[in-house]
């Protein structure tokens, strides 16, 4: 018997015909007009839509810069700090009685994770071809009211802040103004008076004003510092009689007067 005779080769079905692969044009005709090419022409559109945005919104940002606020004050228990405005709607969102205290994994980590999740698995729970809002229900109504509840919260949250007092704390309105830390008045100030009247006598808003230009004399601001004045409650000094002198003698010498040594009119702040 000679070599290879008698054996026949047939052809098997699992593998693919490279050359009629690629022959058969996919169908389309549900969609027409509405196929394009994904490299270059439907890719090149997306860069330029995000190249336009991008560019204005840096042109938005170099024309209206965002205000700075102060250096963060340990002694300021007035202040409330908030997030940038595209966290906003979390801020809100942990004032409520279910997402604070000790709710507050659930509004830190429970609610947001439930919403991103419903986002992330809107595509695979809608899987219609349509692609008006209308045709595909769920995954729009999500989007919808994902959209809108950041809108709300966002907006109560912005309705709730005194912004006109939050503008003192600016940079811009910073008072520049430095003080004696070597003073021996300087370690009383910062125990009885620094939380309201802050760290170099410029005040803090909604607590107490500020000392840089008192009219008073060291005897008057001593007096005032143990009987208070005006919304200032007597009591606010805890010292001894030294203490006192030397925190009257510290303000008297740290204000903005041309004397360095105050005046002696006495009115209230």
């Known amino acids: ?46 860069w330029l839509v995000g190249a336009v945005f ?3 919104f840096l042109c938005y940002v170099a024309v209206t810069p965002v205000s700075l606020e102060q250096q ?12 940038d405005w595209y966290f906003l709607f979390l801020y809100e969102l942990l004032k409520y009685e279910f997402a604070a205290a000790e709710y507050i994994v659930i509004g830190t980590v429970g609610i947001p994770g439930l919403a991103f999740g419903a986002l992330l698995l809107a595509p695979f729970l809608d899987t219609k071809p349509g692609r008006r809002p209308s045709q595909r229900p769920i995954a729009t109504g999500m989007m919808l ?3 809108l509840a950041t809108i709300w919260l966002t907006y109560e949250s912005v309705v709730a ?32 008076c620094m939380s309201c009247h802050g760290g170099v006598l410029e005040g803090e808003p909604g607590l107490g004003p500020d000392l840089l230009d008192l009219p008073h004399t060291a005897d008057t601001i001593a007096e005032i510092s143990v009987e208070g004045i005006g919304d200032m409650p007597a009591g606010m000094f805890d010292g001894t009689d030294e203490e006192l002198q030397q925190l009257a003698n510290f303000i008297v010498e740290n204000t903005d007067t041309d004397d360095g040594e105050g005046g002696d009119e006495d009115t209230e702040e």
């Not at 047939?10 to 044009?25: A, H, L, M, Y």
């Not at 196929?35 to 022409?41: G, L, S, V, Y």
């Not at 003192?168 to 910073?174: A, G, K, L, R």
């Open 161 to 192: 802040v005194d912004w006109e007092t939050r503008e003192e704390y600016s940079v811009d309105n910073m008072v520049e103004h430095e003080v004696d830390e070597t003073h021996p008045g300087y370690e009383v100030y910062a125990q009885n």
């Open 1 to 46: 018997m000679h070599r290879g005779k008698g054996m026949k080769f047939v052809g098997d079905s699992r593998v693919q015909d490279k050359e009629q692969r690629n022959t058969i044009p996919k169908d389309y005709s549900e969609y027409p007009g509405r196929t394009e090419a994904f490299w270059p022409n439907y890719l090149l559109k997306e």
């Open 72 to 83: 963060a004050d340990p002694n300021n228990a007035a202040y409330i700090p908030l997030p």
């Open 145 to 147: 009211i994902g959209v």
């Open 54 to 56: 991008l560019i204005g």
